[in-house]
């Protein structure tokens, strides 16, 4: 049974710093992997999708990379900013089984401070 | 102004009473899905519709009911017989339901039990 976990569930950074979410999943059999953003009682917002075949996506300051062999995503921010807090969730397509459903993990709740 | 739009923002509910969620998108898109988020758990798939007049349950269908009648709508019934309706509910659509295929979501609305 596919399994997402994503590691710190909490994180606080003084602002401008680089920083590293990172997500696992126990079945390597996946179509892709998505990182998403949830501000405080709002919906998602979708930040990058990586397709099984990819390694790496990136879309201005932020870079998602996929290592499908040892279950493993990391969503690299750069220069963090305030507005960069939020809840960072990610979730995968598994090939097994139902592929109409995501499995998402429990989110990285970041807070970057002035 | 293309997206996801969740009515009402905030919808109460009394003890037998059935309560529906609106769902619309103007982004054309085939596939729609109703997820429960709810504190400390992952997202979970209630319903989803790959295609007009179609739809399948997801993981917690129980208590809920769907509609497809239209490309663009896809309400949600939250009926007397889901005992723990309290959560927030999401709304999400996709340009068809291959695994490919990222998913946009819409603003939420959250339910509360008087």
């Known amino acids: 049974k596919q399994e997402v976990t994503q590691i710190p569930a909490a994180l606080s950074v003084p602002e401008g710093e680089n920083l590293v979410l990172n997500c696992s999943f126990t079945?390597?059999?996946?179509?892709?992997l998505q990182w998403f953003r949830q501000d405080p009682g709002k919906g998602l917002t979708s930040l990058l999708l990586?397709?099984?075949s990819q390694r790496e996506q990136t879309s201005g300051r932020l870079n998602a990379s996929l290592d499908k062999s040892s279950g493993r995503s990391t969503l690299y921010i750069a220069a963090s900013q305030p507005g960069d807090s939020a809840t960072y969730l990610c979730?995968?397509?598994?090939?097994?089984?139902?592929?109409?459903?995501?499995?998402w993990g429990l989110g990285t709740s970041l807070a970057v401070n002035p | 102004d293309g997206g996801i739009t969740q009515s009402p923002k905030y919808l109460f509910r009394k003890e037998g009473q059935n309560v529906t969620l609106s769902c619309e998108q103007n982004?054309?898109?085939?596939?729609m899905y109703w997820y429960r988020q709810d504190p400390g758990q992952g997202l979970r798939l209630i319903y989803y519709?790959?295609?007009?007049?179609?739809?399948q349950k997801g993981d917690i269908a129980e208590g809920y009911s769907v509609s497809r009648e239209k490309k663009e709508s896809f309400p949600l019934t939250v009926t007397s017989a889901q005992k723990n309706p309290t959560a927030f509910y999401l709304c999400?659509?996709?340009?068809?339901?291959?695994?490919?295929?990222?998913?946009?979501f819409g603003p939420g609305t959250r339910l509360l039990v008087l």
């Open positions: 999400a659509s996709s340009m068809a339901a291959t695994p490919q295929e990222t998913q946009y």
């Open positions: 982004l054309n898109h085939d596939a």
């Open positions: 519709s790959q295609i007009v007049n179609d739809f």
């Open positions: 079945d390597s059999a996946i179509y892709n």
């Open positions: 990586i397709q099984s």
């Open positions: 979730a995968v397509r598994p090939r097994a089984g139902n592929n109409r459903k995501l499995i």
